[in-house]
């Protein structure tokens, strides 16, 4: 019923930006959370960044701070992801996910979310 949709990946350049843009929908659903994850092959399913609505509380991955943005629309149950300085080692599949657990606590982890989009491919060139 949950249902999560990312898009805006694609192929860029070192240096490079791109900006992600996931919604979350259901006829009932409100998000506590939202976060971005990617998975590059043969590592394990790494949280780039997420935003607790609650306090307006952001997670970035020390590999990503300063360089990527997490904003969005709690309301709307939006989030964006807007990455400036791309490096080929950002390339993964990226995904979107969102909870609506307001008691959760590892919110920027991957076994915090329930819910997932299906993935949109960046590729960063060197």
């Known amino acids: 019923q949950v249902q999560v949709v990312e898009s805006g990946g694609g192929l860029v350049q070192a240096g490079g930006s791109l900006r992600l843009s996931c919604a979350a929908s259901?006829?009932?659903?409100?998000?506590?959370?939202m976060g971005w994850f990617r998975q590059a092959p043969g590592k394990e399913r790494e949280c780039v960044a997420a935003?607790?609505?609650?306090?307006?509380?952001?997670y970035y991955a020390d590999s990503v701070k300063g360089r990527f943005t997490i904003s969005g629309d709690n309301a709307k149950n939006l989030v964006y992801l807007q990455m400036n300085s791309l490096k080929p080692e950002d390339t993964a599949v990226y995904y979107c996910?969102?909870?609506?657990?307001?008691?959760?606590?590892?919110?920027?982890?991957?076994?915090?979310?329930?819910?997932w989009g299906q993935g949109t491919q960046v590729t960063v060139s060197s």
């Open positions: 996910a969102a909870n609506d657990n307001p008691y959760s606590s590892i919110w920027y982890q991957v076994r915090g979310y329930d819910y």
């Open positions: 935003i607790r609505w609650s306090g307006g509380y952001k």
């Open positions: 259901g006829r009932t659903f409100s998000s506590y959370a």
